[in-house]
Nanobody, 124 residues
Framework: EVQLVESGGGLVQAGGSLRLSCAAS????????IGWFRHAPGKEREGVSC????????YYADSVKGRFTISSDNAKNTVYLQMNSLKPEDTAVYYC?????????????????WGQGTQVTVSS
């Protein structure tokens, strides 16, 4: 059974940091790209960052570039999203998802498997 389980969300003040984790199981981790997406109330789901599990290439949305860092521990089948300098507009439910190689990007339609999400709330 394919599973993607997010953790690490919470409430933080503006300027603070959080690290999200995405633990994957049930598929060959190296054959997929893992992406982080977020969905805020009243807005469409948007891509945040992704990483290729095969070669570690990364990509970031402009809105988080320089503040967020994605990384992967292939031995643990886990992807992390380190979020620094958080802003109130980063408040959303954050989801991780898996897309089969060779796809690598933030088009949510390319992602086959999704986690249940973790809430991130940034207070001003």
């Amino acid at each position: 059974e394919v599973q993607l389980v997010e953790s690490g969300g919470g409430l933080v003040q503006a300027g603070g940091s959080l690290r999200l984790s995405c633990a994957a199981s049930g598929f060959t981790f190296d054959d997929y790209a893992i992406g982080w997406f977020r969905h805020a109330p009243g807005k469409e789901r948007e891509g945040v960052s992704c990483i290729s599990s095969s070669d570690g290439s990364t990509y970031y949305a402009d809105s988080v570039k320089g503040r967020f860092t994605i990384s992967s521990d292939n031995a643990k089948n886990t992807v992390y999203l380190q979020m620094n300098s958080l802003k109130p507009e980063d408040t959303a439910v954050y989801y991780c998802a898996a897309a089969p190689a060779p796809y690598y990007g933030l088009s949510l339609y390319e992602y086959d498997y999704w986690g249940q999400g973790t809430q991130v709330t940034v207070s001003s």
